[in-house]
């Protein structure tokens, strides 16, 4: 019988090492592929509004236009969310339905793979929320808008939006169907995380509502644009998901024997 | 704890820091992957959700050199900016006394800001640099961070290091902006080269009114009108910075609800429950 109340966790075993090694890089690959992917994907489109903007984006009655705008906005709306569909209908159906016998290893590995997710989540956040976003104020006050529908609305709104819509809803998919805290429980603060910036899509209705009837002139400051910022603030919610992830990594770790830690609270 | 009995992995972990944490090579590695994806996740996210707050909050001003007056700017873009710098300097003190929270916020802000900057106000839109540089902000990031530090306390940091957050504002710009300032003859009428600059790069869904900002008694207030909006900023960071440290907290929290979807997913065992 132990004499002393310290915590003395058994030697990891060589397998036990290997695997929380190999686990923790399982991020990158994720990572990788998303931010390489959408940096390339998103600068070809810059390109494309660099060239059809000036030649064919200024008059939404020209025939031009609904060529090179209208029908790129059309095949937009039907890709993204199809892939999207594909995307999460894919998470759900290849769940894992016995994760009370997840191995630790594995569990660990999903970690990683699930914060890999989250990293292009707030990718494809910074893409919508910074570049097109501020990329809009630069073409909408210099040029007049005489439509819903600009080069750089159909950029931002009709694209960068509903493509991190698609990678913030597979994130927290993936974590509930194969994570055991994640499926137990719903985490709030990721579900904020995800449900507050989807919100900014929405929004876009009273945004183009307040641009036909109330504001023709562009005016970035105005209280017309402060829904984005407050469903913006959302994105915080990723600190308490941060330290719901944290605890999980750690009790894993710990069920590994990689880590002297005490028990968890 | 001994820790030369209990480390696992078959070698005790020779970095002090990495001894006091309990953590094994193993564990290292683990704590390190956790420590790089984090840094990406946080830069991302502080870049475009702070980014957004800040330019439809202060986004004028920070766009356009003719709009940085004496009376609106230094005190709108201070008080819209110390915001997400107090709430993530609540997260990173609190939970791992990371003291550098508001300078990640300002050079994400700043970053994003350049790369729209150049791909978008001057490639796309060809407004030159010198009509769209953004206000600096690192100098008062990098004294509320100092607070922070010095006092460990974010009452004093919303005290002291708040305040000099918007005072510091003005003159950290001063040196940028002090040449648009000057006056010069155009058609006969005098105006400012700030003013010059937008005469001749107009932007032509922005209605003229819009752009002559200075109000009330500013013209006729001696030279001490930037001065009284950059005290009138301190004060409102002050307010600001203890309603955002709470935002943090706030969005801290560890909240769990029983997940609905469960009796859905077909679980096995007790995983259900």
Redesign the interface.
């Given at each position: 019988m132990s004499t002393t109340t310290e915590y003395v966790q058994p030697k990891a075993s060589a397998q036990e090492v290997g695997a929380a090694e190999g686990g923790a890089s399982a991020w990158v690959r994720p990572a990788t592929l998303g931010i390489v992917g959408l940096t390339v994907f998103y600068m070809l489109y810059r390109i494309y509004q660099g060239w059809a903007g000036w030649e064919y984006g200024l008059d939404s009655t020209a025939p031009e236009f609904q060529t090179y705008w209208m029908n790129l906005m059309y095949a937009q709306l039907i890709i993204v969310p199809a892939l999207a569909i594909i995307w999460w209908g894919y998470l759900w159906f290849t769940r894992d339905t016995n994760l009370s016998a997840l191995a630790p290893a594995e569990e660990l590995r999903r970690y990683f793979v699930l914060l890999g997710l989250i990293c292009v989540y707030t990718f494809a956040v910074y893409w919508g929320a910074s570049y097109f976003a501020e990329q809009d104020g630069s073409w909408h006050q210099t040029v007049m808008r005489d439509t819903s529908f600009t080069p750089s609305h159909i950029g931002i709104f009709y694209l960068s939006f509903p493509v991190y819509i698609s990678c913030g809803v597979a994130a927290l998919i993936y974590s509930i169907t194969r994570l055991p805290r994640f499926s137990r429980n719903i985490s709030i603060p990721f579900v904020i995380a995800v449900a507050g910036p989807f919100m900014i899509l929405p929004n876009v209705g009273f945004n183009e509502f307040g641009h036909a009837f109330w504001i023709m002139e562009e005016w970035f400051t105005a209280p017309l644009h402060w829904g984005f910022v407050v469903l913006g603030w959302t994105a915080l919610g990723v600190f308490g998901l941060a330290c719901q992830l944290c605890y999980g990594i750690l009790d894993v770790m710990r069920r590994m024997n990689v880590w002297e830690g005490q028990e968890l609270v | 704890?001994?820790?030369s009995?209990?480390?696992?992995?078959?070698a005790a972990a020779e970095d002090p820091v990495i001894a006091a944490a309990?953590?094994?090579?193993?564990?290292a590695?683990?704590s390190?992957?956790?420590d790089w994806?984090?840094v990406?996740?946080a830069l991302?996210?502080v870049?475009?959700?702070f980014?957004?707050?800040y330019?439809?909050?202060?986004?004028?001003?920070d766009?356009w050199v003719d709009w940085k007056d004496r009376q609106f700017w230094p005190t709108?873009a201070p008080a819209a900016a110390i915001c997400f710098p107090a709430?993530v300097q609540y997260?990173l003190w609190t939970?791992f006394r990371v003291p550098f929270g508001a300078t990640l916020c300002i050079v994400a802000l700043m970053l994003?800001?350049w790369?729209?900057r150049v791909?978008?106000?001057h490639?796309?839109?060809r407004?030159p640099y010198a009509l769209i540089w953004p206000s600096l902000l690192i100098p008062s990031a990098l004294f509320l961070d100092a607070v922070l530090l010095l006092t460990r306390n974010w009452l004093l940091t919303a005290i002291f290091g708040a305040w000099g957050f918007g005072l510091l504002f003005y003159p950290s710009n001063w040196v940028m902006l002090a040449a648009y300032h000057l006056p010069v003859e155009h058609m006969g009428q005098t105006t400012s080269v700030a003013d010059m600059v937008g005469y001749t790069f107009p932007?032509?869904?922005?209605?003229e009114y819009?752009r002559f900002i200075e109000r009330g008694t500013l013209r006729t207030f001696g030279g001490h009108s930037s001065a009284v909006s950059a005290f009138f900023s301190a004060f409102l960071c002050m307010v600001i910075y203890i309603g955002w440290w709470f935002?943090?907290w706030a969005?801290?929290?560890?909240?769990?609800?029983?997940?609905?979807?469960?009796s859905y997913?077909?679980?096995?065992?007790?995983?259900?429950?």
């Open positions: - | 704890m001994s820790m009995s209990t480390t696992a992995g078959g309990g953590l094994t090579p193993a564990g590695k683990v390190r992957n956790f994806v984090i990406l996740i991302f996210l870049t475009g959700a980014h957004l707050h330019m439809l909050l202060a986004g004028d001003w766009f709108v709430a997260f939970f994003g800001e790369i729209n791909l978008g106000f490639l796309w839109a407004f932007r032509s869904a922005t209605p819009l935002m943090g969005f801290s929290k560890m909240i769990w609800v029983a997940n609905p979807l469960a997913m077909g679980l096995k065992n007790s995983q259900q429950s």
